[in-house]
């Protein structure tokens, strides 16, 4: 058994150039298995509520001056959701407020084909993780820069399957 923590403080958070803190992302997805274990071309996606509420959304968190913004995403996926597997090509970047501090931000978002579901991960009390279709998650989603992330996904998934 792996023992993992949740890395805390802001010591060694990134800020662009014009103070905005720089935040990454993931779109951890699957698709679905068949009744008889056969993995279909139905699109599941994985969200996470809010530590500090119900509301919906992809992990993310701080990007650190010690890792790659690829490594963040992955830690973000095991921190907040609980899950590992394989960072894609970058989806974009987005420039927001957050309403609950009202300050800036940039944000990377990846897409993260899930390999494993953990048992136990650093924040399973303080969270809850729910894998649903792509619709469902669009509706769900508190953050439009996210919703536009997983647009993007779905159509760069949709292009690869023409």
Same mark, same amino acid.
């Given at each position: 058994?792996? &023992?993992?923590?949740?890395?805390? +403080?802001?010591?060694?958070? =990134?800020? $662009?150039?014009?103070?905005?803190?720089?935040?990454?992302? &993931?779109?951890?997805?699957? !698709?679905?298995?068949?009744? $008889? @274990?056969?993995?279909?071309?139905?699109?599941?996606?994985?969200?996470?509520?809010?530590?500090? @509420?119900?509301?919906?959304? #992809?992990?993310? +968190? +701080?990007?650190?001056?010690?890792?790659? =913004?690829?490594?963040?995403?992955?830690?973000?996926?095991?921190?907040?959701? @609980?899950?590992? +597997?394989?960072?894609?090509?970058?989806? @974009?970047?987005?420039? #927001?407020?957050?309403?609950? /501090?009202?300050? !800036?931000?940039?944000? /990377?978002?990846?897409?993260?084909?899930?390999?494993?579901?953990? %048992? #136990?991960?650093?924040?399973?009390?303080?969270?809850?993780?729910?894998?649903?279709?792509? %619709?469902?998650?669009?509706?769900? &989603?508190? /953050?439009?820069?996210?919703? %536009?992330?997983? $647009?993007? #996904?779905? %159509?760069?998934?949709?292009?690869?399957?023409?």
């Amino acid at each position: 058994m792996v &023992c993992l923590v949740s890395r805390t +403080g802001r010591h060694l958070q =990134r800020y $662009d150039n014009l103070g905005r803190r720089q935040v990454v992302g &993931c779109i951890p997805y699957r !698709f679905k298995r068949s009744n $008889d @274990g056969t993995i279909t071309e139905e699109l599941e996606v994985l969200l996470i509520s809010s530590q500090k @509420g119900q509301k919906m959304m #992809f992990p993310k +968190g +701080g990007w650190e001056l010690d890792e790659s =913004r690829e490594e963040a995403a992955v830690r973000e996926s095991i921190e907040e959701a @609980g899950v590992i +597997g394989n960072v894609e090509c970058e989806l @974009g970047k987005w420039y #927001f407020i957050s309403k609950s /501090h009202g300050t !800036f931000y940039e944000g /990377h978002m990846f897409p993260l084909l899930v390999k494993e579901e953990l %048992e #136990f991960w650093p924040e399973q009390n303080v969270r809850r993780r729910t894998w649903m279709n792509v %619709e469902e998650a669009r509706d769900v &989603c508190q /953050h439009w820069w996210m919703k %536009e992330a997983l $647009d993007i #996904f779905v %159509e760069r998934l949709s292009s690869l399957q023409q």
